[in-house]
Structures are given as C-alpha cells and as structure tokens.
C-alpha cells in the first residue's frame, strides 16, 4: 500500500518506485508556498509531475484528494475506480482527477500504462476543469495521439535540473497553463471521419468568402438537413456554422485593411456585401471596434 502522506505538507503523488526511463518531479513545499502567493502564478501552479514508461505496479488509493491530477495516457491501460464507479483508461485517453474525488487506480499487470502526469492547484483549476470538458461526473476524455500534448508536457519537464529555481517553476507554472487551455483544441472525440468532414466544410467556406453562403448550402454539402446539420456543427465545435463563416469574412477584412489601402467598400464588395454600412455593424459586432478604427489602431 502506498505511504500515508501528511496532507497539510507534501503532495499526494504514489510511492511507486520510479525506474531509470521514468521521471517524477515534486516541488519543495517551500516552493509550492511560493508558487500560491506569487503574483504569476498564484491562480494555477503545479505540485509535482512526471513521465512513468511502462509502469508495472503503479498504483494508487486516494481518499481525501486534495489537488488536481491529470494524467495523458499514450500507451498500454490501467484500472480505475473514482466514487466507486469503475472505468478502464487506455491508450489516448486522457484522465482528470479533480480536488475532493475519492480514487484508485491499478496498472494492468499484463499491459501497463505508459503516462505523463501532473499535480496542480490554485483558484483556477476549478474553471480549467471545466474549460476542459470533465464536467457532469465525466473524468475521461479520449483524445488519440496528441503530439501537441506531449509537446507540453515535456515542456513541464524542461525545469529539471535547475534546482528548484524560482524562475524556472513560474515558467513551469505557465507552461502549466498553457497546456490545460489547449485541451479543448487538442480534445478529438467526434473521430476522424467527422473532422473530415469537418475540415471539407471549413475549406468550401475559405474558398467561397466572396459568396454569401447560407445554412442550406453548407447542410447540402454536409448531406444533411439544415437543422441536423446545425446541431451537428455546434457539438463539434461550439459554435453556430453561419457564425463562423462571417468570422472568416471577418479575419479576412482585418488582413486587407492591415495590408492594403482598398477603402472598406471595396473590400466589402470582395467579400460579398454590397452594402458597407451593413458589413461594417457585423464587423464591430465581432471585433468591438468600427473598421477606420481597427485600420487606425492596427497600423499606428
């Protein structure tokens, strides 16, 4: 069985016996009381985190959780138990065990998991969570192979070796972060045929923002109804797909007018509006600024 840590002083990480082509790394307490009261990095910070390659033997019982822990598995699988209800991890799966969640979690002794791993805590890790997508009892979330992911997650491990500098752990702190706003963007759990078709609409779109596209054009192309096409879109990505089309006219405009001199009419006209004053009110709507400003502050 693990070894009963002192809750008010060390991390909860395992006491599995890290091999030579594995890593963990735990913050000195000191340090994490720096980390939470530092201007930069007080809102999220990490505790401890790691590499474990094949992991034979892992394991872990936490009753009284008290910090974040996510773990990104790329290989092999293990058996895990949150609140009592049971769940298997496996390759492409990436786990979130948050602050107060009862847990314990056992590598499969014929196929042990392969993971990288993170201990956090701060005011917002609650949102993070919740950016993230592990909400309404959901703990995993697969998202494949995510060379991405792995790029952050090493980037955790780059402090090694600096010892404990407090530069170097705000970094990590902020690497920290960058890595849990990316899970969304990273986040593939609609499969490779629906991003596909995904990216077909998403290019009929960029080759046509001279057109005017409307909702039963684009729920053809997809073949489905507008309605199912609709709703099928927003699941996917969050948003409504004329919504983004007319953001794309707008990334569009603010390109011209940083890098021509057309007048707003003419690039209007190139992207299908024939009346500016209309065009302009969807521009400020999305960016917050009228296109003269948007010029004006762009280039000054």
Not at 48 to 67: I, L, N, P, Q, T
Not at 111 to 128: D, Q, R, V
Not at 274 to 284: I, N, Q, V, W
Request: aromatic fraction near 8%; proline fraction near 5%.
């Amino acid at each position: 069985m693990p070894r009963k840590t002192n809750l008010s002083q060390s991390t909860q990480t395992s006491q599995w016996p890290v091999p030579a082509d594995s890593v963990r790394y735990v913050i000195p307490e000191p340090i994490v009381r720096l980390l939470a009261s530092h201007d930069l990095t007080r809102e999220l910070y990490p505790l401890a985190f790691g590499h474990y390659r094949k992991a034979v033997g892992h394991h872990m019982h936490r009753e009284h959780h008290r910090d974040n822990l996510l773990i990104y598995c790329t290989d092999g699988k293990a058996f895990l138990n949150v609140e009592g209800t049971p769940h298997t991890v496996g390759s492409g799966d990436l786990l979130l065990l948050p602050a107060g969640a009862s847990h314990r979690y056992t590598a499969d002794p014929n196929n042990p998991w392969s993971i990288h791993w993170a201990h956090y805590s701060g005011p917002l890790a609650e949102a993070f969570r919740q950016h993230m997508g592990f909400t309404n009892g959901t703990y995993i979330r697969h998202l494949g192979r995510q060379p991405r992911l792995l790029v952050d997650f090493n980037g955790l491990l780059s402090v090694r070796q600096t010892g404990f500098r407090t530069q170097g752990l705000i970094h990590a702190s902020n690497r920290l972060r960058q890595l849990l706003a990316a899970v969304p963007i990273n986040a593939d759990e609609t499969g490779q045929a629906r991003q596909a078709e995904l990216e077909v609409i998403h290019n009929y779109m960029r080759e046509h923002l001279e057109e005017r596209l409307t909702l039963n054009e684009l729920a053809e192309l997809a073949g489905l109804s507008p309605a199912h096409f609709a709703t099928r879109y927003r699941e996917q990505t969050g948003t409504a797909p004329i919504q983004h089309f007319l953001h794309l006219k707008v990334e569009r405009a603010c390109e011209l007018l940083d890098t021509t001199s057309q007048t707003f009419a003419d690039i209007s006209r190139q992207l299908g509006y024939d009346d500016a004053y209309y065009f302009s009110r969807l521009f400020k709507k999305v960016m917050g600024k009228s296109p003269s400003d948007y010029r004006h502050t762009a280039r000054h």
